[in-house]
Structure formats: structure tokens, C-alpha cells
């Protein structure tokens, strides 16, 4: 039966256990009456709803406090065992597997390098991902059954296809509508109910930030992806929800480096690692080898800061690329600020772990010389906290954000389409 508002009683009951769920994940351990005190609930509901949340083994306790004069307070947290989650983060060099308890934990985790011919081909990015998860899970020897869900960082824009299914549009990376979910479950060997939650990888990031990093707490941030490219999610102070923004694609130069989403003067053609390196090569004249992005940026900060002596010119010129790259960064994110106001910009991605202690810095000075003042004033800037694994961290908070929202439920299995009428009566002919 709905109430005037529209909300049934199943769902008043799915909003108080999500409620106190979140309560107990973010905050516990915490007492009956703390939670009642945190979420506004009558003692009668909190009572009703976390016996349940015991029985149905996602709660525990955790000991006892004292009370003024009466009784010790029993402390409830949550179970660890209550469920397991997998994160994925498909990344520019190699497929990051991690499967996780209920709080996180990491219980196994794969790695499956992309050799360069292999870069975002499709086929052998499902393969891994699909390997992966078996591997993990027979790691750790647990049962698929027990999985809330699977949760895929991707790079690109992802939206629903025909089938309700994630689909990728990865300009960058040559992938055009790419039905990536279908793919997934297309000879998977999880059961059909455990569901996929596939978002773009900046989100994934962003959203680990915000849960459990350097983002807690603010109301409003911007996490900044910096890899082989760069990208960002938002969250804004009218919307809990983060979203990812193509932000690596905003022009800083008209008629510009060409980027390889095929267009000219984006910030990724200049700042993303992928074309600083390039500009370094280019610069010094350096071959381009199999080392890879990462260890040639390293290469590049140890020829522009590091000890070891290196020809003046060398030095020179990779000092001007880095200053070079700190002020398209800086100029890049004063758009953000002026656009969205935030409290924090949080830099992260393994290329921003790389430079971020050198670059932090000369970043936050350009920053200020290009962003207006009021905004400029209200926001911090500094480096994540959550290291290389944070889009797989955030990929797995995908499922637990959809288990929040069905109030601790698992999610219904997936429903067998029925056939059209006309399919259904030439089968009944033939039979």
C-alpha cells in the first residue's frame, strides 16, 4: 500500500536498512542508540532492522561501550564476510583484477599486462577481464554465488544500448559503441544474477576518493585522472552523484597538437603523459622504445631533476617540457574551478603519483594565474590518497553503492525476456 507520497512500506523498510547500512559502513562500530541518534530512526525501527542485518549475516558485534548509569551499549559493525565484491580497472597498460570482502579487504588480485599491438583490443580485453575474475575468485577460493557484483573501470563514455547493457564510446581508444557488458557475460563463467556496473574509469576514481580518501568529507570536489591522458569526475554540492566529464578534451589551443581523439588543441595533447613524453622525444631527438609511458616518465623526471649528471641540454629542455605541461595542467583546472566551484580538486592516476610531488606545486602557482578569485579562494588542492589501486578500489564500489540502494538486498535475477506475440504463435504452429 503507497502513502500519499507514493512510498510503500517495502520501501520505507529498503530506505531504513539502507540508511542505517551506510551509517554502520562509513562510521561504525557504533551502538543501537548511535545509530538512532545518526539517522533519525525510531529505537523501534533501528531494533528491527539491524536484528535483521545480523541474521542475514551483514552486521556483527563488535563489542560493548559504557552507558551514563546503565547498561554497557552492545557495538555493531559490519560483517566482513556478509559478501565479496570484484573491481576492475581496465587501464592503459595492463587489466587490474581485485576481489574484495564486504569492507574491502583485498582477499586475491590479478594482473594482465596489454602488450602495445594488444592496446584496447577489444577481444583480449574481455578475455582478461573475464580470465581475472576466475582467477581471483579460485585464488581465494570463493563461491561466485557470493559476489554482489562486478564493478569495470573503462576509459571513454559509457551509456545504456537496446539491451539495457553498458555500452563504450572510447574515442581515444577506438572503441565506437562497443557493447561491453554483453561481451562480459558472453561466455562468463559467473552466474547469470551476479550483475556488471561499468563506468568510466575517472568515475571509479573519484568516487573511491570521495568514499575513502582525500575526498571524504567535502561537500563538493573535483578527482582528476591523470594517466596516459587525462579526465575528471565532478561532485557537486547539488547532487551527491559523481559523474565523469571528458575534461581531457576541452581545447586550450586553437588549431593545435593534433590528440588522439583525432581532434586539435585538447589539454590531453598537451598534458597528458602520453604527449609529454612525445614532446620530450621530440625534443631531444630520443627513438621511441618498448619501455612503456611509465618508465619513460620516469626517465624524464630523473633527466630533470634527479642526481645523477646528464647533459645540460638534456636537463634543460625536459625541466621546460614539465613547466611547460604544469601550466596547460594549472590552466586546465582553473577552468574547472571557475566552472564548478569546488572545495577540493584532488589529483590522482598513475601519472599524477609520478609527478605529483614536483608538479603540486607550479600547478597550485598557474592554477591561481589563470582561475578568478572567489572560487580560487574556496578551493584546496592536493594529491590523492588512495595510490595506484583506486580505480579498481572505486570499481568495486560500484556494486556496493547498488547494494546500499537496495537496502542490503542481493539483486533479483535477471529477467528472461518474453518473445513477441507473433513469435510466440508461429512457435505454437510448429509445435
Excluded at 585538447?266 to 613524453?277: D, I, N
Aim: with cysteine.
Amino acid at each position: 500500500m503507497a502513502g500519499r507520497n507514493g512510498r510503500t512500506v517495502h520501501d520505507l523498510r529498503r530506505a531504513n536498512r539502507a540508511a542505517l547500512l551506510q551509517q554502520l559502513y562509513f562510521d561504525g562500530p557504533l551502538s543501537r542508540h548511535e545509530l538512532g541518534s545518526a539517522t533519525g530512526l525510531s529505537s523501534g525501527s533501528v531494533s528491527n532492522v539491524t536484528a535483521e542485518l545480523v541474521a542475514e549475516g551483514l552486521a556483527e558485534e563488535a563489542g560493548s561501550v559504557g552507558s551514563d548509569g546503565g547498561r554497557p551499549r552492545t557495538l555493531l559493525r559490519i560483517d566482513p564476510g556478509g559478501g565479496l565484491l570484484i573491481g576492475v580497472d581496465v587501464g592503459e597498460n595492463l587489466v587490474r583484477v581485485e576481489l574484495f570482502d564486504l569492507v574491502l579487504t583485498e582477499l586475491a588480485r590479478v594482473e594482465h599486462p596489454l602488450a602495445v599491438r594488444d592496446h584496447y583490443d577489444v577481444d583480449v580485453v574481455v578475455r582478461h577481464v573475464q580470465d581475472g575474475v576466475a582467477e581471483v575468485l579460485a585464488a581465494a577460493g570463493a563461491d561466485p554465488e557470493r559476489l554482489l557484483g562486478v564493478g569495470v573501470g573503462v576509459p571513454g563514455i559509457v551509456a545504456r544500448g537496446e539491451d539495457g547493457g553498458a555500452v563504450v564510446h572510447g574515442q581515444t581508444i577506438g572503441w565506437s559503441a562497443v557493447p561491453l557488458e554483453r561481451l562480459l557475460r558472453t561466455g562468463s563463467r559467473l552466474p547469470q544474477s551476479v550483475p556488471y556496473f561499468i563506468d568510466n574509469g575517472a568515475k571509479t576514481l573519484g568516487q573511491a576518493e570521495m568514499w575513502f580518501g582525500a575526498g571524504r568529507g567535502a561537500g563538493s570536489a573535483i578527482v582528476v585522472l591523470f594517466g596516459s591522458g587525462v579526465g575528471a569526475c565532478v561532485v557537486t554540492e547539488d547532487g551527491a552523484q559523481a559523474r565523469a566529464v571528458e575534461w581531457g578534451h576541452l581545447t586550450v589551443r586553437v588549431r593545435g597538437r593534433r590528440c588522439r581523439c583525432g581532434s586539435r588543441g585538447c589539454l590531453e595533447a598537451y598534458a597528458g603523459a602520453q604527449s609529454l613524453v612525445g614532446r620530450w622525444r621530440e625534443a631531444t631527438g630520443a627513438p621511441q622504445d618498448g619501455g612503456g609511458e611509465e618508465a619513460a616518465l620516469a626517465d624524464l623526471l630523473a633527466t630533470a631533476y634527479g642526481e645523477a649528471e646528464v647533459p645540460a641540454e638534456d636537463r634543460e629542455q625536459a625541466v621546460r617540457i614539465l613547466d611547460e605541461t604544469a601550466e596547460y595542467l594549472g590552466a586546465g583546472l582553473s577552468d574547472l574551478v571557475n566552472l564548478f566551484q569546488p572545495e577540493r580538486i584532488l589529483i590522482g592516476g598513475w601519472a599524477g603519483l609520478q609527478l605529483g610531488p614536483r608538479f603540486l606545486e607550479p600547478v597550485r602557482e598557474h592554477v591561481a594565474a589563470y582561475a578568478l578569485t572567489y572560487p580560487l579562494g574556496r578551493v584546496g588542492l592536493e594529491m590523492g590518497r588512495l595510490g595506484p589501486d583506486a580505480v579498481t578500489v572505486g570499481a568495486a564500489t560500484l556494486p556496493l553503492a547498488a547494494f546500499f540502494a537496495r537496502g542490503g538486498r542481493r539483486a533479483d535475477p535477471l529477467p528472461v525476456p518474453e518473445p513477441a506475440g507473433w513469435r510466440r504463435s508461429l512457435l505454437g504452429r510448429s509445435g
